[in-house]
Structure formats: structure tokens, C-alpha cells
């Protein structure tokens, strides 16, 4: 099982997508708030923003097709 995190920063709203990758951190382009992509949580260093929503997925590794329940609780 893996995890996918929500695309908009927690603390203004900020595009991830947009963001600097770097290992396992995400950085948010507009106030750089650093995000652990692997669970959504936020840095210690970041005390302006909050952790992310996290999802359950599944990969079907045959077809590619990927299954995320946004429901489900991490």
C-alpha cells in the first residue's frame, strides 16, 4: 500500500504541484512550506502550516491503473 497527499498547501493554499522536489520534501512555491511527500506531514521547521491529507493507494502494476480512496483514514 502506498499513500498519496493532497496538491494544495495547507497554509494559504499554495500549488504543490509547483513546488521544489527534493528527496523525500516538497517545498510550496509561495511561502516554502516543507511537506514529506511520503505521508504528508509537515517539517518541524515549518510551524505556519499543517500537515497534509493523506489517501491510501493502490497501483495495479499490470495495468498501471491507480486506486485512491480519499475516505479512507491514515
Known amino acids: ?4 497527499i493532497n496538491e494544495i498547501c495547507t497554509h494559504e493554499g ?12 516538497l517545498k510550496c ?17 515549518t510551524v505556519w502550516a499543517t500537515d497534509l491529507n493523506s489517501y491510501p493507494v493502490k497501483v495495479n502494476e499490470r495495468t498501471g491503473d491507480i486506486l485512491a480512496n480519499p475516505d479512507a483514514k491514515i
Open 1 to 4: 500500500m502506498k499513500e498519496t
Open 14 to 25: 499554495g500549488p504543490l504541484d509547483e513546488g521544489e522536489h527534493n528527496g523525500y520534501n
Open 29 to 45: 512555491p509561495w511561502h516554502y512550506a516543507v511537506f514529506d511527500v511520503r505521508n504528508g506531514k509537515v517539517s518541524d521547521a
